[in-house]
């Protein structure tokens, strides 16, 4: 299996922390795209993924699997223990929403925040900015926290008792958070306490 990266950028450290978790990091081999320099805009790398985005997993049948999300999904199935998206049909959908909701609510939302209301990748990149839309997104994030904060009461990890896909999309939306200065707001302890619990994982050293 091939993954197609940039080392050190949010989506692809999902992969990562996946694999890792999984003890499946040395069964890939990592490719580099360099996507501040546009790689991931030409017409070869666009023939794996049309959205032009990493990471991309592409097995050895050639199959190309973009998306967080279906990646992570492919390699749980691929593997046994530890399961990270849901033992059976109630776990499942729970890890999925929650999933959903993190990736939505904090990793896609201090990504918008970055990419229209900063100078994000630079202007070659950078083709279409909105700041007012990154200022909300913004906003959209930090509340997204405090509703994390709040899962946390009830449950040690975001979605369930223990580790799971939803807890690696938060890792990877704070790594975000941190690079543009989004702090947890003081008043959420209980996800301070997640996080300091997360980062200490082997899985998390690997990311970055
Ligand atoms: N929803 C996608 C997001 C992928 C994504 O946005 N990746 C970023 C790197 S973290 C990227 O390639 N950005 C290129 C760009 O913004 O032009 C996923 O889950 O894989």
């Known amino acids: 299996m091939k993954v197609y990266e940039f080392k050190g950028f949010p989506n692809p450290a999902r992969i990562r922390i996946a694999l890792a978790e999984k003890r499946l990091f040395d069964a890939v081999e990592f490719v580099h795209v360099d996507v501040p320099g546009g790689e991931h805009r030409q017409p070869a790398f666009l023939a794996k993924n049309p959205s032009g985005a990493v990471p991309v997993l592409e097995l050895d049948d050639g199959t190309l699997i973009s998306e967080c999300s279906a990646i992570t999904e492919y390699l749980d199935h691929a593997d ?27 990793l896609d939302a201090v990504a918008a925040f970055f990419h229209h209301a900063t100078d994000g990748l630079g202007p070659a990149i950078e083709t279409y900015q909105n700041r007012d839309w990154g200022l909300r997104q913004r906003d959209v994030a930090v ?44 008043d959420c302890a209980r996800l301070s306490a997640w996080r300091a619990r997360v980062s200490a994982r082997p899985s998390a050293a690997v990311a970055a």
């Open 143 to 186: 509340a997204t926290m405090r509703r994390m904060d709040g899962m946390l009461a009830a449950r040690p990890y975001l979605a369930a008792d223990r580790f799971t896909v939803a807890d690696i999309t938060a890792m990877a939306g704070f790594a975000f958070a941190d690079f543009v200065s989004l702090a947890i707001p003081d």
């Open 80 to 106: 046994g223990d530890p399961v990270l998206t849901g033992r059976d049909a109630r776990e499942r959908a729970v890890i999925h929403m929650t999933q959903r909701k993190i990736e939505a609510g904090l």
